[in-house]
């Protein structure tokens, strides 16, 4: 066991520094900021209540018209307006930054349009705030200020006690200098807690500014995975651009070409020159050679027939593939798992692919490891792939810039987030570059709902 021993001066001076915080903290900035934000709540709580009384009385009373849903549907939107009002405030005078709400989606239509703007939820809870916090900064402001008085109060007694009537002023036994001195300490003592109770009656109003005027998890999740649908929908469309482009310009050139070399055997054939039909199928036939190979490849692309056989064995051909040694390891765990659902084994198998290869042609690594194992944390297990080469490091995530196909780590990122898996990177300049992903284990599904590994019937 390791024992620190702490220096004396060292703890004084820390305990100083302490006590001259406490005793400045009455005078800072942040205390009389926060002190503002609750006046400034209470002089604008006349209105919101108003506000909010409004759009109740519309949305019950006058929803039987037309022209009623339309004020009562613009009233409840207008929430938002309060609650960016709210949380500016919470920003500026407290430190509280809150994200705002995702916007309201669009919707065609006048019914769908009104009945989305009465079920605005972010307008109904900036509605709920904007009640809540009443009684919350008035008792707040009240307490507050209370104690602030009687600490100023009791710090200058001594000096105003004789403007008092006497049926106010203290007993006459304090009015001596013992006394006023400790009624002066008593003041002080509350001026230095008023920035303690200041910082504990603005807490409950910071709490609802961020529970109901940022956006909920459910929001946050929702947003997420449409930026994940979005980017996986754009990513399939430009590969498919890209194998169009490639089937186009390489291996249909290719196939044109055999057609005509072919045609021209034939005329050559039927004018009797044996020798030029020899030489035109010869270079047919290599020409027919190389466009198989194009479509193996542009297939590999699609889908790597080794995936058939499992993970491990497709792990093992892109192993041997490799432009540069790798280790390739899979946790028994996985295997004994059985086959997984054929999208997260073509995530994990070309998110491999792709980072061996970057390691090769961007880090310049002599060799790669890659580990795959399964994690029980959870019902149906993770999946965890960590992916460690030696190379130069300094790797980063380039945010994709709205054009073409996301290629590198932030479309390899792109892709594990589309599944609601995770990626992380580390990279120090000099080396390892380690990129680890984590996706849900989802297990292959066979027609008639049985699962294809041990899991059995589904």
Avoid at 380 to 400: E, K, M, N, S, Y
């Amino acid at each position: 066991m390791t024992t620190m021993t702490l220096d004396p001066g060292a703890r004084q001076s820390g305990a100083t520094r302490g006590g001259v915080r406490l005793l400045n903290a009455p005078l800072s900035s942040a205390t009389w900021r926060s002190y503002a934000y609750l006046w400034l709540m209470l002089l604008l709580a006349p209105l919101a209540f108003a506000y909010v009384l409004a759009t109740v009385v519309f949305t019950v009373g006058a929803a039987v018209t037309v022209v009623g849903l339309f004020v009562a549907g613009a009233l409840v939107t207008g929430g938002r307006w309060w609650g960016s009002v709210y949380r500016g405030l919470a920003g500026y005078l407290l430190g509280t930054e809150v994200a705002s709400p995702a916007a309201r989606p669009p919707r065609q239509g006048f019914w769908p349009r009104v009945g989305g703007a009465l079920g605005d939820a972010v307008g109904w809870r900036a509605l709920l705030f904007m009640i809540t916090t009443l009684p919350v900064t008035l008792a707040g402001l009240i307490v507050s200020t209370a104690c602030l008085v009687l600490g100023i109060g009791g710090v200058t007694y001594w000096t105003w006690f004789w403007s008092l009537p006497p049926e106010l002023a203290m007993d006459g036994s304090w009015h001596t200098p013992p006394g006023f001195a400790l009624v002066a300490a008593g003041g002080l003592g509350a001026l230095v807690l008023w920035p303690v109770l200041q910082r504990g009656v603005v807490a409950v109003p910071q709490l609802l500014t961020r529970v109901l005027l940022g956006p909920t998890a459910v929001s946050l999740r929702l947003a997420e995975l449409e930026r994940s649908r979005a980017g996986t929908v754009e990513d399939a469309d430009a590969r498919l651009r890209r194998i169009e482009r490639d089937l186009h310009d390489g291996t249909q050139a290719r196939l044109v070409a055999v057609g005509m070399q072919l045609g021209e055997a034939r005329q050559q054939l039927a004018s009797g020159d044996t020798v030029t039909v020899g030489e035109l199928l010869e270079v047919a036939h290599t020409s027919t050679k190389d466009a198989l190979v194009e479509l193996r490849e542009l297939a590999r692309g699609i889908h790597p027939p080794a995936l058939d056989s499992g993970l491990a064995v497709a792990l093992e051909t892109l192993s041997a593939r490799a432009p540069l040694p790798v280790t390739a390891q899979v946790d028994a765990a996985v295997e004994a798992r059985g086959r997984l659902a054929p999208a997260i084994e073509s995530i994990v198998y070309f998110s491999i692919a792709e980072l061996v290869t970057n390691a090769a042609k961007h880090a310049h690594a002599s060799r790669v490891h890659v580990l795959v194992e399964a994690l029980f944390e959870e019902k149906d297990g993770i999946l965890r792939i960590q992916v460690l080469d030696d190379g130069a490091g300094g790797a980063t995530v380039v945010p994709h810039d709205g054009s073409g196909l996301r290629s590198g780590l932030a479309g390899l990122a792109e892709r594990v987030r589309s599944v609601d898996g995770t990626f992380g990177l580390s990279s120090p300049v000099g080396g390892p570059t380690v990129v680890t992903l984590t996706l849900p284990a989802v297990p292959a599904v066979a027609e008639g709902g049985r699962h294809t590994g041990t899991g059995g019937d589904a």
